[in-house]
Structure formats: C-alpha cells, structure tokens
T-cell receptor, first 116, second 112 residues
Framework: GENVEQHPSTLSVQEGDSAVIKCTYS??????FPWYKQELGKRPQLIID?????GEKKDQRIAVTLNKTAKHFSLHITETQPEDSAVYFC???????????????FGKGTHLIIQP | DGGITQSPKYLFRKEGQNVTLSCEQN?????MYWYRQDPGQGLRLIYY???????QKGDIAEGYSVSREKKESFPLTVTSAQKNPTAFYLC???????????FGPGTRLTVT
C-alpha cells in the first residue's frame, strides 16, 4: 500500500517568512494529494489539494508543488502569520485506484510555529 | 461546523467494555471513513464505506467493527479486542474519488 513520509516534524519560522513542508510517497499510481491543517483540539480541514495532471497550484499565500517523477510534493506558505500556527498533514490515496475513494494515508504531521 | 457530527465529544470506558461512537452527516456524501489519531502520529484509516450496506477494512481494522445501514450514518464500535483503544477518533465523509474529505469534530475515547 501507499506510504507517506513527511518532513520536518517541527518547523519554527519568523512571522512574515516562508515555510516549506515536504512529503514523499511510494505508489506511482497515486493521483491526488491533499494538505490538511489541524489546530489544537480541532478537526483537520483541507487547505489545498493537487491532482497529478498539474505540477503546481496556488491559493493566495499557499501553494503546493508536485514532482511525479521523484514522487514528492511540498506545501509552501508565504508571508506567514500567527494564525498559520497549527499541525499540517499531507496525504495520498490509500487504495489501488490511486484516487482516494478508498481513503487516505497521512504523513505524521508538521507542527508549524510562527514566532512573532 | 454543521454537516458532519460526532458524539459524544469525550467518552470514558472501563477495559473490557465495547463502546460505539456515532457519526452522522447531512451532506449527501456517498463515502464515509473512520480514522484514528494518536499523539505525534498522522491519521490512520480504520474502516471506510463507499455505499450503503458495504464497507472495507483500512490499515488498522483489528478490534473495530462498523455498519452502514443508512447513507447518513456510519457508527464505529470499539470492541474489547482492541488492545490500545485510547485515542482521538475522527469520522469523515466525501463524494468519493478525487474529492475533499470533510471531518467531524472527533471523539476522544479514554479506556482505563
């Protein structure tokens, strides 16, 4: 099955700087890669996702890049703000279809700390 | 925060007892999922269901059971066979395929 590795486990950046979180996956058939943000004690919420037919997707200060050859994808947050402090999870499809209908496998998370 | 609900928020049980966690959604989603989250870990898939009256095991199904008698509901039973049941349990739903999974608020289960 799919295996997702996420780095780093903790990331501390100054407010206003950029943050980058990286994930690798093992199944070349995977074609959907979401990123979730989880604040302390709350539910994970989708912040951005990318499908395998594109290499990059942006939404305001957040972007995700995908390198299918190398089987890795990254989350980029620019101009970080205090409200960006949270745990971020990457994910990839769990099942053989590669599309997510069978559930997701998650990385272990990155605790992003924004220093004032 | 409506759409997908879980109850109760906190649950305490003695070892050896079965316990059922509720998950309900009114988003008309076909697919529903149960994940377990432990400190410092990502979410791990327990069971999932793509249609009513059908469900499949995820990575860590041992010691758990589910049912899907209605589209809106996907209850999870943590049985006494689950060796380490204390965890944060999250239910999710989606339209399936390459679609966003929406998570419920979670149930924190403590077994002593």
């Amino acid at each position: 099955g799919e295996n997702v590795e996420q780095h780093p486990s903790t990331l501390s950046v100054q407010e206003g700087d950029s943050a980058v979180i990286k994930c690798t996956y093992s199944d070349s058939a995977s074609n959907y890669f979401p990123w979730y943000k989880q604040e302390l004690g709350k539910r994970p919420q989708l912040i951005i996702d990318i499908r395998s037919n594109v290499g990059e997707k942006k939404d305001q200060r957040i972007a995700v890049t995908l390198n299918k050859t190398a089987k890795h994808f990254s989350l980029h947050i620019t101009e970080t703000q205090p409200e960006d402090s949270a745990v971020y999870f990457c994910a990839a499809p769990l099942g053989e279809s590669g599309g997510g209908a069978d559930g997701l496998t998650f990385g272990k998370g990155t605790h992003l700390i924004i220093q004032p | 925060d409506g759409g997908i609900t879980q109850s109760p928020k906190y649950l305490f049980r003695k070892e050896g007892q079965n316990v059922t966690l509720s998950c309900e959604q009114n988003l008309n989603h076909d697919a529903m999922y149960w994940y377990r989250q432990d400190p410092g870990q990502g979410l791990r898939l327990i069971y999932y269901s793509q249609i009513v009256n059908d469900f499949q095991k995820g990575d860590i199904a041992e010691g758990y059971s589910v049912s899907r008698e209605k589209k809106e509901s996907f209850p999870l039973t943590v049985t006494s066979a689950q060796k380490n049941p204390t965890a944060f349990y999250l239910c999710a739903s989606s339209f399936g395929g390459l679609r966003e999974q929406y998570f419920g608020p979670g149930t924190r289960l403590t077994v002593t």
